[in-house]
């Protein structure tokens, strides 16, 4: 499966960027997708992930503010995120699982001014 993401950027803290994955892969089931970010010196952390039953999944830091969501056969994701803030600043990344394994987006950059 080949990602690609878009929609990162820079915004003021308290504003809202909404980023998209667009998944490609002749005949690929797509079981679930995810976004994951990394700031500078820091792991990668989850952030949210989709599953073809819908069922969403969200880190405690970013519940209430970032929504995910997918076409239904999730060869499209977004990442809703609103009330953003300085610490959400990072690489976000799309990543899906499917029947060939794990792949990963090239990442979007995501800045918050303060």
């Known amino acids: 499966v080949h990602l690609v993401e878009s929609g990162g950027g820079l915004v003021q803290a308290g504003g809202s960027l909404r980023l998209s994955c667009a998944a490609s892969g002749i005949g690929v089931r797509i079981l679930a997708m995810a976004w994951y970010r990394q700031a500078p010196g820091k792991e990668r952390e989850q952030v949210a992930t989709i599953r073809r039953d819908r069922i969403t999944t969200y880190a405690d830091s970013v519940k209430g503010r970032f929504t995910i969501s997918g076409d239904d056969s999730l060869n499209t994701v977004d990442l809703q995120m609103s009330d953003l803030k300085p610490e959400d600043t990072a690489v976000y990344y799309c990543?899906?699982?499917?029947?060939?394994?794990?792949?990963w987006g090239q990442g979007t950059q995501v800045t918050v001014s303060s």
């Open positions: 990543t899906s699982a499917a029947g060939g394994g794990v792949s």
